[in-house]
């Protein structure tokens, strides 16, 4: 009988050793959750560098347009309206860019830095999906356009406008339905997730605040 107790004692012991040696402390838990905000930020710059490069390139791309097409002064008009849209774009996200490139996460002020990605990550999408609403009829109306000038070398200044009226609108309002459903898949698939990832991240922090 005695054996048996000493062997209970035993195993109480080495229970209680294991399940220390396995505890995860509160600084464990914030490191973990700051390398969760870490990779979610690298992750959004890595997409903002793309959203940089693709209105650069949309941006020298109707520039060089612009300059090669004085014998068509709407398609000139044209090529200069979408580089106007494109440049608050591009510096937009460039601050977006400069603001994750000079921010410092640490455990230390973990909770205020994932509040202010929350917010300036809510704006950002926000900001993008109801100027690029706006934006995609007019985009697509424009790029018929484009097409007809590229396609079959057309000169826009001298098309027959009141036989165009009745496709730009079909474009227009296709442009519109087309692009919100786009918009709502893009915007999930580039900032949606990581999104989701850092409030889930605050939660979780909040959670272990309120433990302690």
């Excluded at 990605?117 to 809510?122: A, N, Y």
């Excluded at 609403?133 to 027959?160: F, R």
């Excluded at 227009?172 to 918009?183: D, H």
């Amino acid at each position: 009988m005695m054996k048996l107790d000493s062997l209970k004692d035993a195993w109480k012991v080495y229970a209680a050793q294991t399940a220390a040696a396995h505890q995860v402390t509160e600084d464990q838990i914030s490191g973990l959750m700051k390398v969760r905000t870490e990779n979610a930020v690298t992750k959004l710059k890595t997409n903002i560098y793309f959203e940089l490069g693709v209105q650069l390139f949309t941006v020298l791309l109707f520039g060089v347009g612009a300059f090669f097409t004085e014998n068509d002064p709407v398609f000139t008009g044209i090529c200069a309206l979408v580089v106007v849209l494109c440049l608050p774009f591009l510096a937009y996200f460039w601050m977006r860019l400069m603001y994750l490139k000079a921010l410092n996460v640490s455990t230390a002020n973990l909770r205020a830095t994932l509040r202010n990605l929350i917010e300036m990550l809510s704006g950002l999408t926000r900001l993008y999906f109801w100027t690029n609403m706006l934006l995609a009829p007019i985009g697509l109306v424009a790029g018929q356009l484009v097409y007809l000038k590229l396609a079959n070398g057309i000169n826009i200044s001298h098309l027959p406008w009141e036989q165009m009226y009745l496709r730009l609108t079909i474009g227009f309002l296709i442009g519109a339905v087309v692009g919100y459903f786009f918009l709502k898949w893009y915007i999930r698939k580039m900032f949606g997730n990581h999104l989701q990832s850092l409030r889930s991240a605050y939660c979780e922090l909040e959670s272990l605040e309120a433990a302690a």
